[in-house]
């Protein structure tokens, strides 16, 4: 594991952003572990995470110009990117869209830089895909062409039909990368090294094999 992914897992360990017990989720599968990125809730929390997703992102050698924050949850994530890509002497635009497009005012559907070039779609989790697929319709309806999603987790998850993950499905559809601060692999070592949290081991491994996408 790499020192940005233990950073990534002990900061969502630390802010209950990861959790571990029984819940329920919207497909109805009782998983053992629960992820919530909307509490990277504070200054510090989210300036860990963007450097974080810069080390994805940079050790992955993907070419891009500028970045997308898919409303809501994207918005914080693409803007704490492109801080840490600053920091590093790299200063990219960035935009968002809006949930509805506005009427008044500067009016539309997206906020920020104007969207041009290599757009990487920056979020959360891809759990249906429904949330990026929308994404690339204004990317591409704005003029830009989608490279590639980073996200924070990657479940490694088989959706209710087919043995693919959503990821995967992004990947086999539009052949964009998608590419994951951590998954649930990384996840499963973390606890394996992790005194805490390795009681929860047996239960994410019996996850796996009852869910756990092909390869």
Known sequence: MQAHQRTFLDLAVARDVLRFGEFTLKSG??????FNAGLFD???????L???????????????DMLFGPAYKGIP???ALGVALARRGRDVPIA???KEAKAHGEGGLLIGATVRG????????????????????????????????LIALDRQE????GGRS??????????????????????????????????????LLAYRDRYGASA
């Not at 963007?50 to 891009?64: P, Q, W």
């Not at 779609?121 to 697929?133: H, K």
């Open 29 to 34: 599968r009782i998983s053992p572990y629960f």
């Open 166 to 203: 959503a990821a995967q499905e992004v990947t086999a559809e539009f052949g964009l990368p998608v590419l994951a601060i951590a998954s649930l692999a990384d996840l499963l070592d973390f606890t394996d090294g992790h005194p805490a949290l390795a009681a929860h081991r047996p239960a």
């Open 96 to 98: 968002f869209n809006r």
């Open 118 to 149: 290599r757009v990487l779609i920056v979020d959360d989790v891809i759990t249906a895909g429904t949330a990026i697929r929308e994404s690339i319709d204004i990317i591409r309806a704005a003029g830009g062409t989608p490279c590639g999603v």
């Open 158 to 161: 088989r959706g209710r039909e």
């Open 42 to 48: 504070s200054g510090a929390a989210l300036a860990t």
């Open 77 to 79: 994530l693409a803007t």
């Open 50 to 64: 963007g450097e974080c997703y810069a080390e994805t992102l940079l050790a992955s050698g993907l070419a891009f």
